[in-house]
């Protein structure tokens, strides 16, 4: 198990070195930044002199070697518009979009799991066809048209929930949180229910084929003929063995979350990374892409690794070299 | 059957049909048979001819759009294909224990043995997690399982075929059932493991008082294993007799043209006689024996009446042939 971690430890470490040339690569493909830092009247003095505060007069070598040391450390550069450390702006904004994505994810799993299984153990139920033909529409609907409409409907119809922003936030040292107020709160719930429903559908409609698939198996009939009460088979055994695919895709789901968030941050004003990045994409502020680009890919590298570690915490198969 | 007690199983004109787009489909038949307590039943055909749909129809485990239609299943005198599911649920395991085909795929592989031992255990007999601990490694060292104490707490990957066929063994016993319905046990293993696991499951089910019904399609398992034994054809018992009669002297042309499909050891006969034909879909069943258009003994009565089951020395076969003949 030991040898397997290290494996893929390396072979994470070698997906981020590959986006991180990526990353870097953005520096000298669009334009030049020293242009859009500087006065159109700057003299040539003061351009040559930003340009080595960059670091923009070494080798590409050099300078790959020093934005990956940064990056290691936290430090990507100076936002060119902001003029601030890019890793100070990101970990502002992170708490937020964490505490989005989390939610949303909460919301997606208790509603989804329990929705699949019902519908698996009653598949001709007319509530699972409902439940079916309303994931249909879940699936398929643009997650912006939700979010403008559940704000058309709670916000401005009923006036029930805040349509933007993320209320009033409590520091608790460098994290800013908004669990912990009710106006925080009452603005989480949109934008989690928005970034939540795709995947209330998609683990529903997950949980329902996977684990009819399971129902169908030797093993659960061997248990049914046993004469085991209809709890223990399909909660003690079923359940159990439908969880394993489950896992893998709602963490790569827990990834791809924090990369949609943009647009789910774009529709509510949520001041997480999504709108930095919006805001940075439209500035050409490099320093803040990149650093964003890296943020994201080590995010979903440690997602896939917990993954691969839940694995062995289910299924004895994988743990025990027998 | 001679016997005079009550039968610990009674089948009546039992009948097992589909429901589908075109109709009902009749998968089984009207059959009818008995079992005494403690005795081994086989029951042979080919692949469709409702042997295993008959024993998950006994188990109450028949799924939609399955569904008994027609007759009745008696056990212990109580009629059982009428129950609720929770009393089916209560019977199944604790009095009718059930034996799949594939040992790889008929434990959880997330479970320890001993967890699923002692799960069924404590459904259906009321002893304390110590004292079923217990009973389950006696169970599985009574099935021969090497070392039962430390075994016990191993996942079924760390068995091979043939001991976790004796898992599934000891799983299908350890609520004491007076009745067994092994399903194609030995189908799945080894050649040089099956003979091990059926005389185990003989011995166990003869030490624990079972009777068996055993679904295969292997004639030799059959004649090595049963009292008696009960051919289907189409979804009817063609011939059911005396393992030995049926054996030696088959009655019904389809038995016979079975038992001659078997290779024999110096029997000088080089190529083994083969049933021509196949047995007819459940769609376009023929008029009258199902049977007929493979039979090389057929005549008008077999194209035009079914042959009803007729009582011949220690069993019944259900043939125009014998119509003349006194029983």
Same mark, same amino acid.
């Not at chain 2, 042979?44 to 188990?59: C, N, P, Q, Y």
């Given at each position: 198990m030991i040898a397997f971690i290290l494996r893929r430890l390396i072979q994470s470490v070698l997906v981020m070195l590959a986006v991180a040339l990526i990353a870097f690569s953005m520096f000298s493909f669009i334009g030049d930044p020293v242009n859009s830092m500087l006065p159109e009247n700057a003299s040539t003095e003061e351009r040559q002199a930003l340009r080595e505060q960059l670091g923009l007069d070494q080798p590409v070598t050099v300078q790959f070697t020093r934005f990956?040391?940064?990056? $290691?450390?936290? +430090?990507?550069?100076?936002?060119?518009?902001?003029?601030?450390? $890019?890793? +100070?702006? *990101?970990? +502002?904004?992170?708490?937020?979009?964490? +505490?989005?994505?989390?939610?949303?994810? $909460?919301?997606?799993l208790l509603l989804g799991v329990p929705m699949g299984i019902y519908a698996a153990l009653h598949p001709r139920g007319i509530l699972s066809n409902l439940l079916n033909v309303i994931s249909l529409i879940g699936i398929s609907v643009p997650t912006f048209v939700t979010g403008i409409l559940l704000i058309l409907v709670f916000s401005v119809w009923l006036n029930w929930l805040p349509s933007f922003g993320r209320g009033e936030t409590v520091q608790i040292g460098w994290w800013s949180t908004g669990f912990l107020t009710v106006s925080g709160l009452k603005s989480l719930v949109l934008?989690?229910?928005?970034?939540?429903?795709?995947? $209330?559908t998609l683990i529903m409609r997950l949980v329902r084929a996977e684990m009819m698939e399971v129902l169908r198996s030797d093993f659960v009939r061997f248990a049914r003929a046993r004469g085991l009460t209809n709890r223990a088979v399909n909660f003690g055994h079923a359940l159990g063995n439908t969880l394993m695919p489950v896992i893998t895709i709602v963490g790569l789901q827990l990834g791809s979350m924090?990369?949609?968030? *943009?647009i789910t941050e774009t529709v509510f004003q949520w001041p997480g990374m999504g709108l930095l990045f919006i805001q940075a994409v439209s500035f050409a502020d490099i320093p803040v892409m990149s650093a964003y680009l890296v943020l994201v890919a080590l995010v979903f590298v440690a997602i896939n690794m917990i993954v691969d570690l839940l694995y062995f915490a289910i299924d004895p198969r994988l743990s025990v070299q027998a | 059957m001679t016997s005079s007690n009550t039968p610990l199983l009674s089948v009546r004109d039992l009948s097992i049909c589909f429901d589908t787009r075109h109709g009902p489909l009749r998968a089984v038949d009207g059959i009818t048979f008995d079992l005494a307590p403690g005795e081994i039943l086989?029951?042979?055909?080919?692949?469709?001819?409702?042997?295993?749909?008959?024993?998950?129809?006994?188990?109450?485990l028949l799924e939609r759009p399955g569904r008994i239609d027609r007759g009745e299943i008696r056990f212990e005198g109580q009629r059982i294909d009428t129950l609720s599911a929770e009393e089916m649920r209560r019977l199944r395991g604790r009095r009718i224990g059930a034996i799949f085909q594939d040992p790889l795929t008929s434990l959880n592989p997330l479970m320890t043995v001993?967890?699923?031992l002692i799960q069924t255990i404590r459904t259906h007999l009321r002893l304390d997690p110590g004292a079923a601990r217990k009973r389950a490694i006696d169970f599985l060292a009574e099935v021969g399982i090497p070392a039962p104490e430390a075994r016990i707490d191993q996942y079924p990957h760390q068995f091979s075929g043939g001991m976790r066929q004796r898992v599934v063994i000891a799983l299908a016993l350890c609520a004491e059932p007076s009745l067994v319905i092994a399903d194609e046990p030995t189908t799945a293993l080894d050649v040089s493991i099956q003979a091990q696991i059926l005389d185990l499951l003989k011995r166990m089910c003869r030490d624990h008082g079972a009777a068996?019904?055993?679904?295969?399609?292997?004639?030799?398992?059959?004649?090595?294993?049963?009292?008696?034994?009960?051919v289907m054809y189409s979804g009817r018992v063609v011939e059911i007799g005396p393992v030995e009669k049926v054996v030696r002297d088959p009655r019904h042309p389809y038995t016979l043209g079975l038992m001659q499909s078997i290779p024999r050891v110096g029997s000088g006969v080089q190529r083994l006689t083969q049933i021509d034909g196949a047995m007819p879909r459940l769609t376009d069943l023929p008029p009258g024996c199902a049977f007929h258009p493979r039979c090389p003994r057929a005549f008008a009565e077999c194209r035009a009446t079914r042959p009803a089951p007729l009582p011949v020395e220690g069993g019944h076969v259900a043939c125009h042939l014998y119509q003349g003949e006194p029983a």
């Open positions: 990956v040391t940064g990056a $290691v450390q936290g +430090e990507f550069g100076i936002s060119y518009r902001n003029k601030r450390p $890019v890793s +100070e702006m *990101i970990a +502002e904004r992170l708490p937020a979009t964490l +505490e989005l994505v989390l939610a949303a994810a $909460v919301f997606a934008p989690a229910v928005m970034l939540g429903l795709f995947q $209330v924090i990369a949609f968030a *943009i | 086989g029951m042979v055909g080919e692949s469709g001819a409702g042997k295993s749909l008959t024993g998950t129809a006994i188990t109450g001993g967890q699923q068996v019904i055993l679904v295969t399609h292997d004639m030799g398992v059959i004649a090595e294993t049963a009292d008696r034994v009960a």
